[in-house]
């Protein structure tokens, strides 16, 4: 049984910095794609990053060039690396897997999901 737990969620200041981890409990980590989406009050969950077994990577538009997504293969761990936070950045993050796919950026594409970690951003 996969299981994904994020963590590093929390409150911060705009313009302030946080990583968020999601430890994934699959025997072949390293053959899974991995993604991070987000979903604000009111709104549609939306891609935030993913990342394929290969190592190659997108990001959602509004993400690009203050985010980072990596992963470590030998912790079986994801990484979002978020910079420049912005109010808008208030979501919860959601982490995802899938088998041997690319870094697609539809939620349909994802096999299995977390529960979710806060990110609450403050002006």
């Known amino acids: 049984q996969v299981q994904l737990v994020e963590s590093g969620g929390g409150l911060v200041q705009a313009g302030d910095s946080l990583r968020l981890s999601c430890a994934a409990s699959?025997?072949?980590?390293?053959?899974?794609?991995m993604a991070w989406f987000r979903q604000a009050p009111g709104k549609e969950r939306e891609i935030v990053a993913a990342?394929?077994?290969?190592?190659?990577?997108t990001y959602g538009d509004s993400v690009q060039g203050r985010f980072d997504i990596s992963r470590d293969n030998a912790k079986n761990t994801v990484y979002l690396q978020m910079n420049s936070l912005k109010r808008e950045d208030t979501a919860i993050y959601y982490c995802?897997?899938?088998?041997?796919?690319?870094?697609?950026?539809?939620?349909?594409?994802?096999?299995?999901w977390g529960q979710g970690t806060q990110v609450t951003v403050s002006s």
């Open positions: 699959i025997r072949t980590f390293s053959t899974y794609a």
């Open positions: 995802a897997a899938r088998k041997y796919g690319v870094a697609g950026s539809s939620e349909s594409q994802y096999d299995y």
């Open positions: 990342i394929s077994w290969s190592g190659g990577s």
